[in-house]
């Protein structure tokens, strides 16, 4: 659980920062930032990838898993679902900030405001597939990473909201540790074989996340998402 806590931390340490700087971060400071972050994703995906290429017994199935989870996720729209979610929360509370004058709209803001970090920091394959990493292996960098960027993110969405942001901390402790007992308890169940699936497929989804944060190529990485049940279909059919 290491992992996960680190990258609750980094969510309460980025809003302290963020409620510190009160008029917010300036955009050539998010720029670099992401920049760099996108770098590190990037290095880390390809990495995760190229790493467990040649422990595949199975050299295509990533393939099929790519194609078949991204034509799932684009008939489920999930990306286009989630991006206007957030823009639509967004737009929201760009017009209360501007009508902020009571108690009561503050409140609105900062709920708005914390439903839109939430959907941020917890659905994405760093998130997702970080803490199932860290349980059955016991390597935390998918999480690291993910606590990087939540650091970032936090700082911002603080000096916008304030530090009820925080809040945001125990909802994403909770969700990536709902993984981490699963992964723990279905332990027996995953293979090393599996595994190596899982980080082929999410390796390359953390590349596609990479390339958006650099602004090179918006993969819709969310609607590869389906991708990462595919090999765990194929061990369940093939174990019957």
């Excluded at 040649?54 to 799932?72: C, D, R």
């Excluded at 709920?111 to 597939?129: E, K, N």
């Excluded at 007992?181 to 332990?187: D, G, I, N, Q, R």
């Amino acid at each position: 659980m290491i992992g996960t806590i680190v990258n609750t931390c980094s969510i309460v340490a980025g809003t302290i920062i963020g409620t510190m700087l009160h008029r917010g971060v300036k955009e050539q400071y998010k720029k670099v930032l992401y920049d760099g972050l996108g770098l590190a994703s990037l290095a880390i995906g390809l990495n995760a990838t190229i790493g467990n290429l040649p422990k595949s017994n199975y050299p295509v199935l990533f393939i099929v898993a790519i194609a078949f989870g991204g034509v799932v996720g684009t008939a489920l729209d999930i990306d286009g679902r989630f991006k206007r979610l957030v823009d639509r929360r967004s737009r929201k509370n760009e017009n209360e900030n501007e009508k902020c004058k009571g108690k009561e709209e503050r409140s609105g803001s900062l709920a708005d405001g914390l439903a839109t970090a939430i959907l941020l920091y917890c659905i994405g394959p760093l998130s997702m597939l970080g803490p199932v990493i860290s349980a059955l292996k016991g390597d935390n960098t998918f999480l690291f990473t993910n606590a990087t960027l939540d650091f970032v993110s936090s700082t911002v969405f603080a000096s916008t909201y304030g530090f009820g942001m925080v809040l945001a901390a125990p909802v994403l402790f909770c969700w990536q540790g709902l993984f981490y007992m699963v992964a723990e308890l279905s332990s027996q169940a995953v293979s090393d074989a599996l595994m190596s699936e899982l980080l082929i497929v999410g390796g390359l989804m953390i590349t596609g996340s990479g390339l958006g944060l650099l602004q090179l190529k918006d993969c819709k990485t969310l609607n590869l998402l389906p991708a990462l049940l595919v090999p765990v279909i194929w061990f369940a059919l093939k174990s019957i």
